[in-house]
């Protein structure tokens, strides 16, 4: 007898092209590629040896097989969306895998994390790093967070908060050649940010500064190698606000002239969609965004 079960990647594919009507937009929920999205149709259409869609320029419709065949795939998937919904109100401990940029987990997440596994010890969190728009289709994070510009959000990312750039440096640094006025910006060596290369230019004209034979320093590839360099005396940096913080509450670093810049960038947690409504996944959305606002 045969076996009419088909991929379960197949499915979803579908059903998010289907009630999109675009492979498109079906590609940006389920955080993976069109291409990928594509190929599992195809496979899907293989498997049941009829077309499901009907393509032209103008996009993609739903044949009579594949009108008939969506309400079941739908009420599939929400079924074991569902049962999985319940098995996770078991009180075994339960993996969270976190995917989160290096600098927030690094100073701002692990610091804090002790308090999310007090109030949920039935999870059990796992954190990597990662940067850029995360494909689920090669990823298993359940939970992935990125600063990103907002054309490259996904579609069901959720924005925690826009980037504030704060300008920071050693207290004994400012001692030595004091701030108290913008041009005196310009007598400091100013250590970059290698994936920002305009990050500064755009700061001192916000500041009605020259960006004309500026005295660089080094550059670093994430915001916590630049905040350490700063704490070490080494130069000026901007450096998120949130990021900051502590350092300056410890005083190992000040905020001169309390100078900032609001950039292009927000902070966006992004979830695969068919992993956004599990239990575990909503009681980290809970907890961060309430850790967000307690100073």
Known sequence: M???????????????????????????????????????????????????????????????????????????????NNSGESLQRNPKQQQLLLDVIPSMSNIWLIPRIHSFEDRYPHLKVDLINGDGSPDFNLSQADICIRCLLPAAALANSIELFKERLILVGAPQLIEKTSIRQPTDILQHRLLLQNTRPLMWNNFLIDQQLSTEELNLGMGFQHFFMALKAAEEGLGLALIPDFLAS????????VNPLALSIETDYGYYLISPSYKTQLRKTQEFISWLQQELIEP
């Open 2 to 80: 045969r076996d009419y079960l088909p991929p379960m990647q197949a499915l979803k594919s579908f059903a998010a092209a289907a009630r999109l009507s675009s492979v498109s937009k079906a590609a940006k929920e389920l955080c993976v590629t069109q291409g990928a999205v594509s190929k599992q149709i195809k496979l899907l259409e293989a498997f049941l040896s009829v077309p499901l869609f009907i393509r032209s320029a103008k996009g993609i419709c739903l044949t009579t097989e594949g009108q008939l065949y969506l309400p079941t795939v739908i009420k599939v998937l929400s079924e074991l």
């Open 246 to 253: 502590q350092s300056i509450q410890q005083g190992k670093l």
